[in-house]
């Protein structure tokens, strides 16, 4: 084997890759970001139960390509029938992707008991068994969405240094005080707080954050945002 | 393909099997939020080498950690990570680089965002001189580019990458020389093409 081990690189290559080893890590808000979507899409639901699933939606597709044959065919031959589509079952309705933020508690400013539920094994039935949603699934997804948009915004503005984020912050708490991105929010509020030299209210939130969420994804964030206090 | 990789450990799924969804965790296990932060810059890096445009990369990086996820208990403590990791990221951004059709070469300005704050002199080097790595790594052919990066870049030795990989020991330091001419004829065309300051 040893014949076949490389030599050392030329000088001017190994300068290069040397820069190159040195290359900035992956900025905090580009590791929240991931951890956030991570999060989010690892708490997916289960898949559906696979070959029943198959099935119907195998059948449902034959009877609307059935029903669909039967209208093309009779409007071929001129018959005049109401072009009414009846179908036996309807088809299985399309997999509805609902992102559940598992870590998101009540509220922020009742803190709920020490103990997050959303880390506990089983965490998420027994949330919905206590308190099952008022809103259909369409809406909760609404929801969600214009959630998003105001936190998204928000991080936008961090990320350009605007002086508006905190009030986008805090306009989110009111909007949504039961948000499911609340953690996402609080997030974001302890560092626009420190942006704009507000240290002991960030002090304050980020000591709340830890004990709403102390397994939270983005705990080493604000951690590393409060330690950088000079 | 498999967003596994090709290492013994790991059981190999064919990526119809997969399902898209996870399983039903309830949240991130801690480790595996160590794992990311601890290495999610390595793996984001890995990325830009293995020719991941800046703005995709953090949907890639996304992409392999999930990867990551469904494989996080074929893990092997007593192996190295690096590697093991670095399996996931070449062969996610190999499907990537597949789909968005890229070519083998662009401009070593297209490579790096340009930090918009006033640097010194060094710092403009480096950089220069990372985008001028990024350019040229993607004159590297896709099989040997991997061996490159872990071996010169990485550090990594090649019993381990020739593991992760599952090729050959032999394979692989032959994939490393090759893989250091295409290189290194690549850095002199770039070199040329930019003018002498490159």
Same mark, same amino acid.
């Given at each position: 084997?040893?014949?076949?081990?490389?030599?050392?690189?030329?000088?001017?290559?190994?300068?290069?890759?040397?820069? &190159?080893?040195?290359?900035?890590?992956?900025?905090?808000?580009?590791?929240?970001?991931?951890?956030?979507?991570?999060?989010?899409?690892?708490?997916?639901?289960?898949?559906?139960?696979?070959?029943?699933?198959?099935?119907?939606?195998?059948?449902?597709?034959?009877?609307?390509?059935?029903?669909?044959?039967?209208?093309?065919?009779?409007?071929?031959?001129?018959?005049?029938?109401?072009?009414?589509?009846?179908?036996?079952?309807?088809?299985?309705?399309?997999?509805?992707? !609902?992102?559940?933020?598992?870590?998101?508690?009540?509220?922020?400013?009742?803190?709920?008991?020490? &103990?997050?539920?959303?880390?506990?094994?089983?965490?998420?039935? &027994?949330?919905?068994?206590?308190?099952?949603?008022?809103?259909?699934?369409? &809406?909760?997804?609404?929801?969600?969405? #214009?959630?998003?948009?105001?936190?998204?915004?928000?991080?936008?503005?961090?990320?350009?240094?605007?002086?508006?984020?905190?009030?986008?912050?805090?306009?989110?708490?009111?909007?949504?005080?039961?948000?499911?991105?609340?953690?996402?929010?609080?997030?974001?509020?302890?560092?626009?707080?420190?942006?704009?030299? #507000?240290?002991?209210?960030?002090?304050?939130?980020?000591?709340?954050?830890?004990?709403?969420?102390?397994?939270?994804?983005?705990?080493? !964030?604000?951690?590393?945002?409060?330690?950088?206090?000079? | 393909?498999?967003?596994?990789?090709?290492?013994?450990?790991?059981?190999?799924?064919?990526?119809?099997?997969?399902?898209?969804?996870?399983?039903?965790?309830?949240?991130?296990?801690?480790?595996?939020?160590?794992?990311?932060?601890?290495?999610?810059?390595?793996?984001?890096?890995?990325?830009?080498?293995?020719?991941?445009?800046?703005?995709?990369?953090?949907?890639?990086?996304?992409?392999?950690?999930?990867?990551?996820?469904?494989?996080?208990?074929?893990?092997?403590?007593?192996?190295?990570?690096?590697?093991?990791?670095?399996?996931?990221?070449?062969?996610?951004?190999?499907?990537?680089?597949?789909?968005?059709?890229?070519?083998?070469?662009?401009?070593?300005?297209?490579?790096?965002?340009?930090?918009?704050?006033?640097?010194?002199?060094?710092?403009?080097?480096?950089?220069?001189?990372?985008?001028?790595? /990024?350019?040229? /790594?993607?004159?590297?052919?896709?099989?040997?580019?991997?061996?490159?990066?872990?071996?010169?870049?990485?550090?990594?030795?090649?019993?381990?990458?020739?593991?992760? /990989?599952?090729?050959? /020991?032999?394979?692989?330091?032959?994939?490393?020389?090759?893989?250091?001419?295409?290189?290194?004829?690549?850095?002199?065309?770039?070199?040329?093409?930019?003018?002498?300051?490159?």
């Amino acid at each position: 084997m040893r014949d076949t081990l490389p030599s050392p690189l030329p000088p001017s290559l190994a300068a290069l890759l040397d820069a &190159e080893r040195e290359r900035p890590a992956l900025s905090d808000a580009a590791q929240q970001r991931i951890l956030t979507r991570l999060e989010a899409t690892v708490n997916w639901p289960p898949p559906r139960r696979g070959w029943l699933t198959a099935l119907g939606t195998f059948a449902g597709g034959l009877l609307v390509g059935a029903a669909l044959c039967g209208v093309l065919l009779s409007g071929r031959l001129g018959a005049r029938q109401p072009k009414l589509l009846v179908l036996d079952s309807p088809p299985p309705p399309p997999p509805v992707v !609902v992102v559940v933020h598992a870590a998101a508690p009540p509220t922020l400013v009742q803190p709920p008991a020490a &103990e997050s539920l959303a880390h506990r094994p089983g965490a998420r039935a &027994e949330r919905s068994q206590r308190n099952p949603p008022a809103l259909p699934d369409h &809406e909760h997804d609404t929801e969600l969405a #214009r959630e998003r948009a105001l936190i998204e915004t928000a991080r936008t503005a961090l990320a350009r240094k605007q002086t508006d984020v905190v009030e986008l912050l805090f306009r989110h708490a009111q909007q949504f005080p039961q948000g499911r991105l609340s953690e996402e929010r609080e997030s974001l509020l302890v560092q626009a707080l420190l942006q704009s030299g #507000r240290v002991a209210e960030a002090r304050s939130r980020g000591e709340r954050f830890r004990a709403h969420w102390p397994n939270s994804l983005l705990l080493p !964030v604000i951690n590393a945002a409060l330690q950088a206090i000079p | 393909m498999t967003d596994s990789p090709a290492d013994p450990q790991t059981q190999v799924v064919n990526s119809e099997s997969v399902p898209p969804a996870l399983p039903p965790r309830t949240h991130l296990a801690p480790n595996f939020r160590a794992l990311f932060l601890e290495h999610g810059s390595y793996v984001a890096s890995s990325l830009r080498r293995l020719g991941v445009r800046e703005n995709d990369v953090e949907d890639v990086t996304h992409d392999v950690f999930l990867a990551v996820y469904r494989h996080l208990d074929d893990y092997d403590p007593q192996r190295p990570i690096k590697p093991w990791l670095f399996g996931f990221a070449a062969k996610i951004a190999l499907g990537h680089r597949r789909r968005k059709s890229y070519t083998h070469e662009v401009i070593a300005a297209d490579i790096e965002a340009v930090d918009p704050a006033p640097a010194a002199d060094e710092e403009v080097a480096k950089s220069q001189s990372r985008s001028l790595v /990024l350019a040229a /790594l993607r004159a590297v052919a896709e099989e040997r580019r991997p061996v490159f990066v872990m071996h010169d870049i990485d550090a990594i030795s090649m019993p381990d990458i020739t593991t992760a /990989l599952r090729i050959p /020991l032999n394979t692989g330091y032959s994939r490393l020389r090759l893989a250091r001419a295409e290189f290194a004829a690549a850095v002199q065309r770039l070199r040329v093409r930019s003018g002498p300051h490159a």
